[in-house]
């Protein structure tokens, strides 16, 4: 039975150029996209990192963080911090995961580790707990899933059995050893859980949310604030 600590870590250091402005500040049913992002995450795991733009750091650290950085008590229930990410998704994962080990003293390593983007403000507690379950339960890394519902076609070779294929979401949660071991190279990818299928780790699917959207476009947030209000 896993007895460790959750961590997550929620990525929102985009710059905001499909979108036109920075996404992850603007406001979705009166709370901004990461703080519901935050919300979330801080609400199922022990610490949270977010990941923000190097300028933001400190202002959103006062707004919104819960402790100053520093060494935790892991003993205790804990906070939110923040820390700059970088040019890259892949890049400021890296980042909140050494930010993670200086607060923690390296005690990352037999953990639980979540990451989440958060341009995904409408991820549910519900979800977050079933991919820390799976992980808990033996996986590598978990990932929630939805079916196609769209028919697919490959531009070459035209149509794609959609029964085949699932679109992922974030949270996806990690053994933190995996996660580490994933990025030690320091590969690009668009999500973590290929990084870690790429190193022969198992990866299962759990049920995903079809309201779990990403915010990319500014009408994605329009549909947002539809789904937030119900």
């Given amino acids: 039975m896993f007895s460790g600590k959750t961590f997550a870590i929620v990525v929102g250091a985009g710059s905001g150029d499909r979108f036109g402005r920075l996404k992850q500040l603007d406001l979705l049913c ?6 519901r992002s935050l919300s979330a995450a801080s609400a199922t795991c022990d610490a949270t990192m977010a990941v923000v733009p190097e300028n ?10 819960t402790k100053e950085l520093g060494t935790i008590d892991l003993g205790n229930s804990v906070g939110i911090f923040f820390t700059a990410g970088g040019n890259t998704r892949a890049e400021s994962v890296r980042c ?5 080990d200086d607060i923690t003293g390296d ?11 958060a341009a995904r403000p409408l991820a549910s507690q519900e979800i977050f707990r079933r991919v820390i379950d799976a992980v808990k339960n033996g996986a590598d ?15 070459e070779t ?10 992922v979401q974030t949270p996806q ?48 947030l329009a549909v947002a604030e539809i789904l937030c209000a119900d």
């Fill in 141 to 155: 890394a978990a990932v929630p899933a939805t079916e196609m519902t769209d028919t697919i076609r490959h531009i």
């Fill in 158 to 167: 035209g149509s794609v059995d959609r029964s085949l294929l699932r679109a």
């Fill in 56 to 65: 933001l750091v400190e202002t959103l650290a006062s707004e919104l963080g």
């Fill in 173 to 220: 949660a990690f053994k933190a050893e995996m996660l580490k071991a994933a990025h030690a190279m320091k590969p690009e990818a668009t999500d973590d859980a290929t990084l870690v299928e790429a190193i022969g780790g198992k990866v299962v699917l759990v049920e995903g949310d079809p309201n779990n959207i990403k915010i990319t476009h500014p009408q994605d």
């Fill in 96 to 100: 909140g995961l050494n930010a993670l």
């Fill in 30 to 35: 009166g709370k901004s996209v990461l703080q």
């Fill in 107 to 117: 005690s990352i390593k037999d953990s639980i580790i979540v990451v989440h983007d």
